[in-house]
């Protein structure tokens, strides 16, 4: 970030009422180099990169399948159908079915306690 900018960002959070505020130097990458701590959270997969897991899974396991037993095939071709009309749509069944699982579900963030967080419990006064 421009040193300006950087000090425009820092002067209107203290104007605000923010009383620990630091702009960080080189970003959270600087952070993390400086020794400093970062919680990443759960480490939960993007929902693209589910959906792509669970389909490929879907085509592998028809195609692968079929070889023992003929039916198994329209199962790619009902991934392969489901993909084009989410790309037509831009819409994604699979994504919302697996935004239903536990492991994808977040709680609501409340923004004081967040705040308090970042700020080591002194945030506006």
């Known amino acids: 970030m421009p040193r300006p900018f950087r000090e425009q960002v820092q002067r209107q959070a203290e104007a605000a009422g923010w009383d620990r505020v630091s702009v960080l130097r080189g970003g959270i990458t600087g952070w993390e180099d400086g020794g400093g701590e970062l919680d990443r959270g759960r480490g ?57 699982l536990p492991h994808n579900r977040t709680s609501a963030v409340d923004g004081r306690a967040a705040l308090d967080a970042l700020v080591g419990g002194k945030g506006r006064r």
């Not at 070889?67 to 198994?72: F, I, M, R």
């Not at 392969?80 to 935004?99: Q, V, Y």
Request: proline share 2%; hydrophobic share 55%.
């Open 44 to 100: 939960t997969w993007a929902m693209e990169r589910q959906v792509r897991l669970v389909a490929g899974l879907l085509v592998l396991t028809g195609v692968v399948g079929s070889t023992a037993y003929g039916p198994l095939k329209w199962i790619a071709g009902f991934v392969g159908a489901g993909l084009t009309f989410a790309a037509l749509t831009d819409t994604c069944a699979m994504s919302r079915l697996l935004g239903l």
